[in-house]
Structure formats: C-alpha cells, structure tokens
C-alpha cells in the first residue's frame, strides 16, 4: 500500500493506493497516526480512490482512527469510495458514523 500526505492546517488527508488488508493494515495505522501526532492534526480524510481490495482488517484501521480522533474531539471522513470497497463498507455500517464525500474538496468544505 503507498500512502501519500497532504496537510491542510489541523486537517490530514491521506490519499490510499492499493491494498489495505491484513498484510497492510499495520503500516498504514502505524504511518496515518505518526503523521497526525508530528502534524498535529486532529481531522483526518482518507482518500480510497487508489484502493482497489479491503477487507475487514481495513474497517479496523478506519475504525481505530475514528475512535483515536474522537477521544480528542477529532473527525474523520472518507472519501472516493468505489465497488468492492464501498460494499465492505456498506456492510460494515460505517457510513452511519463516518461521512462519506464524494471529493476530497467537498470534505474540506463540511468540516
């Protein structure tokens, strides 16, 4: 998976390419939260327009992040999620707890 960063103020946006499964999922968690504590961030959008497999090893990575964040009044949100991805997301329930937007730029604007 290739992680690539890009700060906006106390906003983290990192944009995903690749896939995030069990073999990724630590590194990405690792890298996202080192880059949100040096940057001081506490709102983080996730880019998966470049993912093309998750699997629920993934959801965990979001997940823990949401509640990471939380626990500092912090948000997170995704954006650009696309077929198989978008289903493990939808069955997971996610969306009911961590907005979906349909761009990066629209994500930065709701925040």
Known sequence: MNLNFE???DKLI???MGELD?????????????????EGCNKLI???????FMDSSGIGVVIGRYRKLSSKNGKVYITRVT????RVF???????IIPLYD?????????
């Open 14 to 16: 990192v944009h995903m």
């Open 46 to 52: 996730m880019d998966f327009s470049g993912v093309t």
């Open 103 to 111: 761009s990066v730029e629209r994500a930065l604007d709701n925040m």
């Open 83 to 86: 077929g198989s991805v978008r």
């Open 22 to 38: 069990h073999h990724s999922a630590e590194e990405v968690r690792n890298k996202v939260d080192d880059r949100l504590e040096r």
């Open 7 to 9: 700060n906006k103020g």
């Open 90 to 96: 939808e069955l997971s329930g996610m969306f009911k």
